[in-house]
Every structure is written in structure tokens, then in C-alpha cells.
């Protein structure tokens, strides 16, 4: 199996920057697309940001501009740069993966545990 670990969230100021970090571990095969998802309180689970192998990238609205995703294939590694940080950002960051563990099994989604950034003076 895949196990995704993230680090670097914590509390900044509002117009300040965090940078967020995932590495992937275990058995790892290939990894496709990467990515980040956050969930604040009372509401559901959106993506931030995504990845592909390839390096192409997604960005939902609220972060185009202000936040950078970049990734590491040789580390299985995916980074979240961001900048401009609001007090909307606050939430639950989730890193996510699809891989696959060996040349037979099938592509599966990934998640890690979260890191809770907070946006507040």
C-alpha cells in the first residue's frame, strides 16, 4: 500500500505564506496524478490543487494566482506553495495520490492524514 504523510501547515497571518509538503511511501509502483484537497468546518471536501504525471496543472478558482503545486518524481513528493493566504483558506489540507503498488494492481486513490492550516491575526 501507498501511505501519503503531509507537514508544514500551522497558523499564519492573513497575506501570509505556508508551504505545504507530501511524501509518498510503502509500495509504490507508479504514481499518477497528485494532488491537495482541503475541508473546512461544515463543509465538504474541495480540491485546491492537482497534478499530473506529466506535471500539468489544475487549480480551483480560489486559489489561481496565489497558490503553486509542484511535485518531485524522484521523491514522490508534491509541494503546495501558498502565497496570499485569507482567513477563507483556513481549513483541513488533504494530500491525495493515485498509484498503483505493483505492475498487476490497479490504480487507487491515496489520501494522507491532514494538516491543519489556520489563516487568523
Known amino acids: 500500500q501507498v501511505q501519503l504523510v503531509e507537514s508544514g501547515g500551522g497558523l499564519v497571518q492573513p497575506g501570509g505564506s505556508l508551504s505545504l509538503t507530501c511524501a509518498a511511501s510503502?509500495?509504490?509502483?507508479?504514481?499518477?496524478?497528485m494532488g491537495w484537497y482541503r475541508q473546512a468546518p461544515g463543509k465538504e471536501r474541495e480540491l485546491v490543487a492537482v497534478i499530473s504525471g506529466d506535471s500539468v496543472t489544475n487549480y480551483a478558482d480560489s486559489a489561481k494566482g496565489r497558490f503553486t503545486i509542484s511535485r518531485d518524481n524522484a521523491k514522490n513528493t508534491v509541494h503546495l506553495q501558498m502565497n496570499s493566504l485569507k482567513s477563507e483558506d483556513t481549513a483541513v489540507y488533504y494530500c491525495?495520490?493515485?498509484?498503483?503498488?505493483?505492475?498487476?494492481?490497479?490504480?487507487?486513490?491515496?489520501w494522507g492524514q491532514g494538516t491543519q492550516v489556520t489563516v487568523s491575526s
Open positions: 491525495n495520490t493515485i498509484a498503483t503498488s505493483t505492475s498487476r494492481t490497479s490504480r487507487k486513490s491515496y
Open positions: 510503502g509500495r509504490i509502483f507508479s504514481i499518477y496524478a
